[in-house]
């Protein structure tokens, strides 16, 4: 039987600010120069989940996506949409919100929580000219 | 020698539904909601192709795209593109057109016809935020 | 005070046929082509709604996108979405789904409903390279 | 002579909060939603500056787009880049942020600053969903 | 009757210079900078041409998108694509080939071809960040 | 400890025509067609550069996407935009320029220099619809 990858494309508008609250404000300003402005930043996130299996017989489904969508909104973009990924966001108290540490971050949210398939990719766009991918290595 | 993968993107523009012709129409609908409406509905499809393999070392190519293009538009394009994919194409007679089961079907009309290069990966966009994806495993 | 044109893009998958039942087949597939499959294709259709007005001093808005979003889900995008455009919608009966006569069709579903600004132009995109626009003259 | 509409795109990520201080939190929640979070949220806003006039015999050009951007940079992008949009800018002081707002505010910082042709519209894209134009009339 | 406005975006790679020969290389250099490289640049240009009309009522067609393709690729794309367009195009002969003076120059090839409809306006994309649009007046 | 890949994305301009010197002209123009344009064509590349590693603790990076694309800026693109990438770049002397070898010749430029992390792919698009992909392998 084929393993297809089928991937779903979510979004969420964020405000974030990287700071090592164990670090003092010079090493932090040198280190994350403007994106450690005090009062924030923000950003139109895209995050690419992807998931991998057999299509089942019955559906030509890895995943229902709508299914998966759903799950997504409930576990992650639900909690990050409009919200200060610093302060809002219980599941990422204490991270650093830099994007390898969100796309980790939501990994784990979203990792035992597959109906059918297994968790194959994320991939988090802070813009269309950074991004990050976690594959669970 | 390096081994580079080259991509080709096309498109075609196709009518489908999601009906499975062994279950009654309760479950069709249930499971497939809107997808499964009887008159049909449709997406602009975008099939991105990639091939493996060494560069050529006298023309700089793993594979000419433009010969690329003639064998994607041959082999697939031109059966799907404007057409029923549950009506109006030979090679996917008895298929339920998901993305997953087209890419699959698209994968085994396009796997012997490469002249030079190995096929490596298809990946399907139904729309900007749904797509699978085939790497023939 | 300044008068701000506000945008709101919605996206709808819909099958359709171009084919005007007033003359013969023969005319009909040497003026369509393609596009007049009897079994159908489909498309992704893009929908941009523009709003002109003043800003509101209360609000900075022009209208809430968000309730311009509603009106054009309620008045539109839930008739045509994973719908047959010449069967299915009740507001289309009779018209040749081209993107010129949809998006006038479009227009006259929503004119009189703006609870603020005033309709200004649609934008709707059958593919991305063809598009159709309207603005009321 | 011929009249040509030339445009320059730039971006900048900025954090922002809908918030009318003149009105009660319960107003402003059930106005602006999670628009309104006190603890901010954030986009990778687009601004499209476009300039019309005729094109100078000598160089081709209605403006140099270098130098239209260099203006808009030192105008507009290096103060709301990476920025709060209610609390780090001066020219935004006292302005609800809305993207009518802002591109009126974006407009009035840039009118008398061409040194060719004159300022035709500008657009601001809040998310590739909303977006906001200033025709300055 | 309605006017609609119906656009078909088309795709042509130049290489192209800018410099005026009526000037000196110092000139040219210092207002040009890196475009005036004597050994050529390049770019994607993306057109698109826009036409105004009613719809035809037996057709829904303000002008036939594939009949304005096939027009725009025999007066424009043929002579430009993979072309030098200081050395290779007859019509732009003399012609500065700034993003002004080329959407200027393709619209006297295009203005009196029109079977239907008549041109409203083209836009011509030299970068995603740069464009230049001509309404013909 | 997780593995993540970050991506930068960066752009550049440039001319350039596919043709093999130890071949005849024939050869050339019939391997070629269009490509092999004497006076040159060009293209808006993209070229997408994923370092691979470990996210910091104390910075959450795997490297500064900033420090990478000056990276980037200082070891490729300051030599290949707005050039002719058969004759004005030093490190391509000698290579025909397909995207499939200037991605290797790219990988080559950069291999060396990360300060953290290690280059896993670079992926260059020569147009929307083309692209090749190397990972060093």
Chains 1, 2, 3, 4, 5, 6 share one sequence.
Request: charged share 25%; with cysteine; glycine share 6%.
């Amino acid at each position: 039987m084929p393993t297809v990858y089928v991937t779903r494309r979510v979004h969420f508008n964020a405000a974030h600010r990287l700071h090592n609250a164990r670090r003092d404000d010079d090493w932090n300003r040198s280190t994350f120069g403007p994106c450690n402005n005090p009062n924030w930043h923000g950003h139109n996130y895209v995050l690419e989940v992807t998931v991998a299996g057999e299509p089942d017989p019955e559906t030509g489904y890895v995943i229902d996506l709508g299914t998966l969508r759903s799950i997504v909104e409930e576990r992650i973009v639900r909690h990050v949409d409009h919200a200060n990924l610093n302060l809002d966001v219980d599941f990422l108290a204490g991270i650093l919100p830099s994007s390898e540490n969100l796309v980790v971050a939501f990994w784990n949210r979203l990792e035992g929580c597959l109906p059918a398939g297994h968790l194959h990719s994320l991939k988090l766009y802070e813009t269309e000219r950074n991004f990050a991918e976690y594959r669970g290595e």
